[in-house]
Protein backbone atom coordinates (compact mmCIF):
# COMPACT_ATOMS: atom_id res chain seq x y z
CA UNK A 1 0.00 0.00 0.00
CA UNK A 2 1.37 3.48 -1.14
CA UNK A 3 1.29 5.96 1.84
CA UNK A 4 -0.48 9.55 0.65
CA UNK A 5 1.95 12.00 -0.38
CA UNK A 6 4.81 8.88 -1.55
CA UNK A 7 5.84 9.81 -5.02
CA UNK A 8 6.96 7.09 -6.43
CA UNK A 9 8.94 8.76 -9.62
CA UNK A 10 12.09 8.99 -8.07
CA UNK A 11 15.23 9.87 -9.89
CA UNK A 12 18.90 8.04 -9.61
CA UNK A 13 19.76 11.62 -8.59
CA UNK A 14 17.51 11.04 -5.54
CA UNK A 15 19.34 8.40 -4.50
CA UNK A 16 22.55 8.72 -2.30
CA UNK A 17 26.32 8.77 -3.79
CA UNK A 18 27.98 6.07 -3.17
CA UNK A 19 32.00 5.83 -2.21
CA UNK A 20 32.69 5.80 -6.07
CA UNK A 21 30.17 9.13 -6.75
CA UNK A 22 27.15 6.88 -8.57
CA UNK A 23 23.84 7.56 -7.19
CA UNK A 24 23.45 3.68 -7.17
CA UNK A 25 23.92 1.25 -4.77
CA UNK A 26 27.64 -0.56 -5.02
CA UNK A 27 25.96 -4.01 -5.74
CA UNK A 28 24.48 -1.89 -9.00
CA UNK A 29 27.98 -0.42 -9.40
CA UNK A 30 30.09 -2.31 -11.94
CA UNK A 31 34.17 -1.84 -11.49
CA UNK A 32 36.92 -2.75 -13.43
CA UNK A 33 40.04 -2.79 -11.24
CA UNK A 34 43.53 -2.73 -12.88
CA UNK A 35 45.34 -5.62 -11.15
CA UNK A 36 49.26 -5.44 -11.23
CA UNK A 37 49.35 -8.40 -8.86
CA UNK A 38 50.97 -5.76 -5.88
CA UNK A 39 49.54 -4.80 -2.93
CA UNK A 40 47.93 -1.10 -4.29
CA UNK A 41 45.92 -2.53 -6.87
CA UNK A 42 45.13 -5.60 -4.91
CA UNK A 43 43.61 -3.42 -1.78
CA UNK A 44 41.91 -1.30 -4.04
CA UNK A 45 40.09 -4.49 -5.62
CA UNK A 46 39.77 -5.98 -2.08
CA UNK A 47 38.52 -2.76 -0.65
CA UNK A 48 36.12 -2.68 -3.16
CA UNK A 49 34.44 -5.96 -3.57
CA UNK A 50 33.99 -5.58 0.34
CA UNK A 51 32.20 -2.75 0.17
CA UNK A 52 29.50 -4.32 -2.32
CA UNK A 53 30.74 -3.13 -5.85
CA UNK A 54 30.53 -5.59 -8.56
CA UNK A 55 33.85 -5.64 -9.10
CA UNK A 56 36.21 -7.46 -11.74
CA UNK A 57 40.19 -7.96 -12.37
CA UNK A 58 41.83 -7.34 -15.22
CA UNK A 59 45.86 -8.33 -15.52
CA UNK A 60 47.48 -6.66 -18.69
CA UNK A 61 50.29 -9.62 -20.16
CA UNK A 62 52.08 -6.90 -21.50
CA UNK A 63 55.28 -8.61 -22.41
CA UNK A 64 57.09 -12.02 -23.04
CA UNK A 65 56.39 -14.77 -19.71
CA UNK A 66 59.91 -16.35 -20.37
CA UNK A 67 61.81 -13.11 -19.35
CA UNK A 68 59.18 -12.04 -17.34
CA UNK A 69 59.89 -14.93 -15.04
CA UNK A 70 63.60 -14.50 -14.68
CA UNK A 71 63.04 -10.88 -13.42
CA UNK A 72 61.73 -9.96 -9.91
CA UNK A 73 60.04 -6.92 -8.88
CA UNK A 74 59.11 -6.20 -11.98
CA UNK A 75 55.20 -5.32 -12.52
CA UNK A 76 53.17 -7.55 -14.60
CA UNK A 77 55.22 -10.29 -14.93
CA UNK A 78 54.33 -14.05 -14.96
CA UNK A 79 54.62 -14.13 -10.99
CA UNK A 80 52.62 -10.87 -10.96
CA UNK A 81 49.46 -12.54 -12.93
CA UNK A 82 50.09 -15.27 -10.41
CA UNK A 83 49.67 -12.94 -7.50
CA UNK A 84 46.56 -10.71 -9.07
CA UNK A 85 44.52 -14.58 -9.83
CA UNK A 86 45.39 -15.45 -6.22
CA UNK A 87 43.89 -12.31 -4.62
CA UNK A 88 40.53 -12.40 -7.08
CA UNK A 89 40.09 -15.88 -5.99
CA UNK A 90 40.37 -15.30 -1.97
CA UNK A 91 38.22 -12.55 -1.97
CA UNK A 92 36.21 -14.03 -4.82
CA UNK A 93 35.48 -12.52 -7.57
CA UNK A 94 35.93 -12.84 -10.90
CA UNK A 95 39.22 -11.82 -13.10
CA UNK A 96 40.79 -11.90 -16.39
CA UNK A 97 44.47 -12.24 -18.04
CA UNK A 98 44.21 -10.06 -21.48
CA UNK A 99 47.23 -10.43 -23.72
CA UNK A 100 48.23 -7.06 -24.23
CA UNK A 101 52.11 -7.72 -25.62
CA UNK A 102 51.62 -6.52 -29.11
CA UNK A 103 50.01 -3.32 -27.90
CA UNK A 104 52.25 -2.63 -25.11
CA UNK A 105 54.89 -3.22 -27.88
CA UNK A 106 53.94 -1.22 -30.82
CA UNK A 107 52.65 1.83 -28.22
CA UNK A 108 55.78 1.76 -25.29
CA UNK A 109 58.97 -0.33 -26.49
CA UNK A 110 59.70 0.54 -29.61
CA UNK A 111 59.36 4.51 -28.95
CA UNK A 112 61.15 3.88 -26.07
CA UNK A 113 64.06 2.55 -28.21
CA UNK A 114 63.84 5.72 -30.35
CA UNK A 115 63.72 7.77 -28.00
CA UNK A 116 66.90 6.90 -26.54
CA UNK A 117 68.34 6.66 -30.27
CA UNK A 118 67.86 10.21 -30.96
CA UNK A 119 69.49 11.55 -27.29
CA UNK A 120 66.21 11.50 -25.57
CA UNK A 121 65.49 10.52 -21.79
CA UNK A 122 62.22 8.52 -22.47
CA UNK A 123 59.71 7.97 -19.04
CA UNK A 124 57.51 4.90 -20.32
CA UNK A 125 55.88 4.16 -17.68
CA UNK A 126 54.12 7.55 -18.75
CA UNK A 127 53.03 6.21 -22.02
CA UNK A 128 51.91 3.40 -20.79
CA UNK A 129 49.37 4.84 -18.92
CA UNK A 130 48.38 6.61 -21.71
CA UNK A 131 48.27 4.70 -23.95
CA UNK A 132 47.57 1.10 -22.83
CA UNK A 133 46.12 1.15 -19.21
CA UNK A 134 44.40 4.23 -19.88
CA UNK A 135 42.89 4.21 -23.67
CA UNK A 136 42.88 0.26 -24.52
CA UNK A 137 42.24 -0.78 -20.96
CA UNK A 138 40.11 1.10 -20.50
CA UNK A 139 38.04 1.16 -24.15
CA UNK A 140 37.65 -2.82 -22.57
CA UNK A 141 36.26 -1.98 -19.16
CA UNK A 142 33.54 0.09 -21.10
CA UNK A 143 32.99 -2.70 -23.14
CA UNK A 144 32.38 -5.12 -20.15
CA UNK A 145 29.77 -2.32 -19.08
CA UNK A 146 31.45 -0.81 -16.05
CA UNK A 147 30.43 2.34 -14.56
CA UNK A 148 34.11 3.16 -13.90
CA UNK A 149 37.81 1.66 -13.52
CA UNK A 150 39.73 1.92 -10.88
CA UNK A 151 43.41 1.61 -10.08
CA UNK A 152 45.92 1.46 -7.11
CA UNK A 153 47.71 4.96 -7.94
CA UNK A 154 48.53 7.60 -5.48
CA UNK A 155 47.20 10.55 -6.75
CA UNK A 156 43.40 12.00 -6.25
CA UNK A 157 40.27 12.60 -8.80
CA UNK A 158 38.06 15.33 -7.27
CA UNK A 159 34.64 15.99 -9.21
CA UNK A 160 34.94 19.89 -9.59
CA UNK A 161 32.90 22.84 -11.24
CA UNK A 162 34.09 22.09 -14.64
CA UNK A 163 34.01 18.13 -14.37
CA UNK A 164 36.74 15.59 -13.50
CA UNK A 165 40.01 17.30 -11.70
CA UNK A 166 43.34 15.66 -10.90
CA UNK A 167 44.97 16.38 -7.44
CA UNK A 168 48.35 14.80 -5.88
CA UNK A 169 48.47 12.23 -2.99
CA UNK A 170 47.64 13.03 0.19
CA UNK A 171 51.23 11.12 1.12
CA UNK A 172 53.39 13.54 -1.07
CA UNK A 173 56.23 10.68 -0.79
CA UNK A 174 54.11 8.04 -2.74
CA UNK A 175 52.49 10.66 -5.01
CA UNK A 176 51.97 9.54 -9.04
CA UNK A 177 50.73 12.81 -10.39
CA UNK A 178 53.94 13.27 -12.84
CA UNK A 179 52.99 10.02 -14.29
CA UNK A 180 49.70 10.89 -14.95
CA UNK A 181 49.67 14.19 -16.56
CA UNK A 182 48.82 12.90 -19.53
CA UNK A 183 45.42 11.58 -17.67
CA UNK A 184 42.54 13.56 -20.32
CA UNK A 185 39.29 14.95 -19.22
CA UNK A 186 37.35 12.57 -20.55
CA UNK A 187 39.42 9.56 -18.98
CA UNK A 188 39.42 10.76 -15.85
CA UNK A 189 35.58 11.11 -15.77
CA UNK A 190 35.57 7.23 -16.01
CA UNK A 191 38.91 6.75 -13.51
CA UNK A 192 38.81 6.26 -9.84
CA UNK A 193 42.10 6.27 -7.65
CA UNK A 194 41.15 4.86 -3.86
CA UNK A 195 44.19 4.92 -2.72
CA UNK A 196 45.02 8.58 -3.28
CA UNK A 197 43.65 10.13 0.26
CA UNK A 198 45.90 7.44 2.72
CA UNK A 199 48.13 8.81 4.46
CA UNK A 200 51.29 6.55 3.81
CA UNK A 201 52.51 2.95 2.35
CA UNK A 202 52.00 1.64 5.58
CA UNK A 203 48.61 1.91 6.02
CA UNK A 204 48.02 0.25 1.92
CA UNK A 205 50.31 -2.76 3.46
CA UNK A 206 48.22 -2.41 6.89
CA UNK A 207 44.85 -2.97 4.88
CA UNK A 208 46.43 -5.91 2.85
CA UNK A 209 46.55 -7.68 6.00
CA UNK A 210 43.47 -7.04 7.15
CA UNK A 211 41.91 -8.54 3.77
CA UNK A 212 44.20 -11.71 4.52
CA UNK A 213 46.25 -11.07 1.04
CA UNK A 214 49.33 -12.88 0.19
CA UNK A 215 51.12 -9.91 -1.22
CA UNK A 216 50.92 -7.90 1.92
CA UNK A 217 54.83 -7.93 2.31
CA UNK A 218 55.45 -7.66 -1.30
CA UNK A 219 58.81 -5.48 -1.99
CA UNK A 220 57.44 -2.11 -4.66
CA UNK A 221 58.34 -2.88 -8.05
CA UNK A 222 61.84 -0.61 -8.35
CA UNK A 223 62.29 -0.71 -12.36
CA UNK A 224 60.69 -0.62 -16.04
CA UNK A 225 59.09 -3.47 -16.28
CA UNK A 226 60.75 -4.78 -19.38
CA UNK A 227 64.49 -3.84 -18.44
CA UNK A 228 65.55 -6.72 -16.72
CA UNK A 229 67.77 -5.78 -13.91
CA UNK A 230 67.72 -1.67 -14.75
CA UNK A 231 69.68 -2.43 -17.73
CA UNK A 232 68.09 -0.35 -20.49
CA UNK A 233 71.16 -0.39 -22.73
CA UNK A 234 71.03 -3.90 -23.80
CA UNK A 235 67.18 -3.71 -23.99
CA UNK A 236 68.00 -1.27 -26.68
CA UNK A 237 70.75 -2.98 -28.42
CA UNK A 238 68.54 -5.79 -28.70
CA UNK A 239 65.79 -3.93 -30.33
CA UNK A 240 67.98 -1.69 -32.39
CA UNK A 241 71.27 -3.41 -33.38
CA UNK A 242 74.37 -1.11 -33.96
CA UNK A 243 72.83 1.53 -31.27
CA UNK A 244 75.77 1.13 -29.08
CA UNK A 245 78.34 1.83 -31.55
CA UNK A 246 81.24 4.26 -30.03
CA UNK A 247 82.11 7.53 -30.79
CA UNK A 248 83.60 10.47 -29.16
CA UNK A 249 83.11 12.59 -26.41
CA UNK A 250 83.93 16.13 -26.64
CA UNK A 251 84.13 19.33 -24.76
CA UNK A 252 82.13 22.64 -25.57
CA UNK A 253 84.26 23.85 -27.79
CA UNK A 254 84.58 20.67 -30.15
CA UNK A 255 88.02 19.37 -28.38
CA UNK A 256 87.92 15.57 -28.25
CA UNK A 257 88.55 14.61 -24.85
CA UNK A 258 88.02 10.38 -25.38
CA UNK A 259 85.72 7.73 -26.45
CA UNK A 260 82.49 6.61 -25.15
CA UNK A 261 80.73 3.45 -25.77
CA UNK A 262 77.74 4.28 -27.18
CA UNK A 263 75.44 7.22 -26.93
CA UNK A 264 72.75 5.44 -25.04
CA UNK A 265 74.54 4.81 -22.32
CA UNK A 266 74.60 8.49 -21.32
CA UNK A 267 72.15 11.06 -20.18
CA UNK A 268 72.16 14.51 -19.56
CA UNK A 269 73.45 15.78 -15.66
CA UNK A 270 75.53 12.43 -15.98
CA UNK A 271 79.02 12.74 -13.91
CA UNK A 272 80.02 9.24 -13.20
CA UNK A 273 81.54 6.98 -15.77
CA UNK A 274 82.82 8.84 -18.36
CA UNK A 275 85.86 7.48 -18.11
CA UNK A 276 87.63 11.10 -18.64
CA UNK A 277 88.99 11.78 -15.30
CA UNK A 278 92.09 14.19 -14.69
CA UNK A 279 91.26 17.14 -16.66
CA UNK A 280 90.74 19.39 -13.71
CA UNK A 281 87.27 20.53 -12.98
CA UNK A 282 84.34 17.63 -13.12
CA UNK A 283 82.51 17.30 -16.27
CA UNK A 284 78.98 16.76 -17.03
CA UNK A 285 77.09 15.22 -20.19
CA UNK A 286 75.78 18.44 -21.33
CA UNK A 287 74.08 17.12 -24.45
CA UNK A 288 73.73 14.37 -27.12
CA UNK A 289 74.74 14.28 -30.65
CA UNK A 290 73.48 11.11 -31.40
CA UNK A 291 73.62 11.49 -35.39
CA UNK A 292 77.58 12.43 -34.84
CA UNK A 293 77.50 9.77 -32.40
CA UNK A 294 78.96 12.46 -29.74
CA UNK A 295 78.65 13.23 -26.23
CA UNK A 296 78.88 16.52 -25.35
CA UNK A 297 80.52 17.27 -21.70
CA UNK A 298 81.00 21.15 -19.62
CA UNK A 299 81.16 22.57 -16.27
CA UNK A 300 78.23 21.94 -13.83
CA UNK A 301 77.10 25.54 -14.68
CA UNK A 302 76.23 24.55 -18.25
CA UNK A 303 73.70 22.38 -17.17
CA UNK A 304 71.30 25.10 -15.97
CA UNK A 305 68.09 25.53 -18.16
CA UNK A 306 65.83 28.22 -17.32
CA UNK A 307 63.37 27.70 -20.63
CA UNK A 308 62.32 24.42 -21.48
CA UNK A 309 59.78 23.82 -24.46
CA UNK A 310 57.23 21.13 -24.31
CA UNK A 311 55.09 19.16 -27.27
CA UNK A 312 51.91 17.18 -26.67
CA UNK A 313 50.59 19.45 -24.12
CA UNK A 314 47.73 17.67 -22.02
CA UNK A 315 46.10 21.37 -20.38
CA UNK A 316 43.53 19.93 -17.60
CA UNK A 317 42.95 23.58 -16.32
CA UNK A 318 39.97 25.07 -16.11
CA UNK A 319 40.96 28.89 -17.88
CA UNK A 320 42.04 28.63 -21.80
CA UNK A 321 45.17 27.47 -22.74
CA UNK A 322 46.77 30.53 -23.93
CA UNK A 323 48.92 33.24 -22.89
CA UNK A 324 50.70 33.52 -19.64
CA UNK A 325 49.48 31.24 -17.08
CA UNK A 326 51.56 31.12 -13.80
CA UNK A 327 52.62 27.64 -12.75
CA UNK A 328 54.57 25.45 -10.39
CA UNK A 329 56.47 23.21 -12.64
CA UNK A 330 58.49 19.23 -12.06
CA UNK A 331 61.18 18.63 -14.61
CA UNK A 332 61.88 15.53 -12.46
CA UNK A 333 59.71 13.05 -10.67
CA UNK A 334 62.30 13.16 -7.92
CA UNK A 335 62.16 16.88 -7.57
CA UNK A 336 59.80 19.30 -6.30
CA UNK A 337 57.77 21.45 -8.46
CA UNK A 338 59.35 24.86 -8.65
CA UNK A 339 57.72 28.45 -9.90
CA UNK A 340 57.78 29.26 -13.34
CA UNK A 341 55.44 31.14 -16.15
CA UNK A 342 53.81 28.93 -18.58
CA UNK A 343 53.40 30.29 -22.34
CA UNK A 344 51.01 28.86 -25.04
CA UNK A 345 52.68 28.98 -28.27
CA UNK A 346 50.43 26.87 -30.25
CA UNK A 347 47.69 24.36 -29.91
CA UNK A 348 49.59 21.70 -27.94
CA UNK A 349 53.15 23.54 -27.42
CA UNK A 350 54.22 26.27 -24.84
CA UNK A 351 57.64 27.06 -23.64
CA UNK A 352 58.15 26.87 -19.57
CA UNK A 353 59.79 29.53 -17.82
CA UNK A 354 61.53 28.43 -14.81
CA UNK A 355 62.00 31.10 -12.10
CA UNK A 356 64.95 29.37 -11.27
CA UNK A 357 67.31 27.12 -13.11
CA UNK A 358 67.07 23.56 -13.03
CA UNK A 359 69.75 21.36 -14.09
CA UNK A 360 69.49 17.84 -16.28
CA UNK A 361 66.63 18.74 -17.79
CA UNK A 362 66.65 16.73 -20.74
CA UNK A 363 64.34 15.93 -23.84
CA UNK A 364 61.81 12.51 -23.72
CA UNK A 365 61.58 13.64 -20.20
CA UNK A 366 58.28 15.35 -18.52
CA UNK A 367 57.41 18.10 -17.63
CA UNK A 368 54.32 18.53 -15.28
CA UNK A 369 52.02 21.91 -14.51
CA UNK A 370 50.55 22.08 -11.15
CA UNK A 371 48.31 25.01 -9.39
CA UNK A 372 50.76 27.49 -7.86
CA UNK A 373 48.22 26.70 -4.43
CA UNK A 374 46.82 23.60 -3.26
CA UNK A 375 47.38 20.41 -4.85
CA UNK A 376 45.72 20.30 -7.93
CA UNK A 377 47.55 19.09 -10.97
CA UNK A 378 46.98 21.63 -14.34
CA UNK A 379 48.73 19.05 -16.68
CA UNK A 380 51.73 19.07 -18.84
CA UNK A 381 53.95 18.20 -21.72
CA UNK A 382 56.91 16.23 -23.20
CA UNK A 383 60.27 18.14 -23.01
CA UNK A 384 61.43 19.00 -26.35
CA UNK A 385 64.61 20.11 -26.45
CA UNK A 386 66.75 21.89 -24.10
CA UNK A 387 67.36 25.54 -24.02
CA UNK A 388 69.59 27.90 -22.06
CA UNK A 389 68.86 30.58 -19.99
Partial sequence: MTMPGTDLRKTAQDMPVNSLGFPKPPAQTRVVVAMSGGVDSSVVAAM???????VIG???QLYDHGAALAKKGACC???DIHDARRVAERIGFPHYVLDYENKFRESVIEEFADAYLAGATPVPCIRCNERVKFRDLLETARELDADCMATGHYIRRHDGKAGAELHMAADPNRDQSYFLFSTTREQLEFLRFPLGGLASKAETRALAAQYGLAVADKPDSQDICF???GNYASVIE?????SADPGEIVDLDGNVLGEHRGVIHYTIGQRRGLGIGGLGDPLYVVRLDPDNRRVIVGPKQA????????????????????GEIAINARIRSTRPPRPAIL??????????????????VSPGQACVFYATEGTR?????????????
Fill in 58 to 60: VTL
Fill in 343 to 360: RATGDRRAEIELLDPEEG
Fill in 77 to 79: AGQ
Fill in 238 to 242: KLRPG
Fill in 227 to 229: VPN
Fill in 377 to 389: VLGGGWISHRRGG
Fill in 303 to 322: LATKIVPVTEVNWLGDQPFE
Fill in 48 to 54: LAEQGYD
